[in-house]
């Protein structure tokens, strides 16, 4: 028979969902990833290139919500995932 993985009650050949490199304590097997947000943004000031182009904000001013919903519509894919993660980092920082 063949090897199953990742098997609920521990069976697996890692055990309790831990993979060859060990595991997080919740037994969920995934490693956290440590800097993520370094490694997630890919193109840094990107998003604010394409705000100064479109003419929404000019020198230092700060990308409002407003502005982030306009840079939406009609935008490529990757300008929507730069949109997003804008969004998510925003929210990170009132905490």
């Known amino acids: 028979m063949g090897r199953t993985r990742g098997v609920p009650d521990g069976t697996g ?3 309790r969902g831990a993979g060859p ?3 997080r304590a919740d037994g969920s097997g995934l490693k ?3 800097r ?3 490694s997630a943004i890919k193109r840094p000031g990107a998003l604010r290139a394409k705000a ?6 000019k020198g230092d001013e700060k990308l409002s919500a407003k502005d982030l919903k306009t840079l939406v519509k009609d935008a490529s894919t990757q300008t929507k995932k730069q949109v997003a ?3 998510t980092l925003g929210k990170m920082r009132k905490k």
Do not use: E, H, S, V
Request: aromatic share 10%.
């Open 52 to 57: 100064k182009r479109k003419g929404l904000i």
């Open 36 to 38: 993520w947000i370094a």
């Open 13 to 15: 050949p890692y055990g």
């Open 85 to 87: 993660l804008a969004r």
């Open 21 to 23: 490199g060990g595991g």
């Open 32 to 34: 956290k990833k440590k």
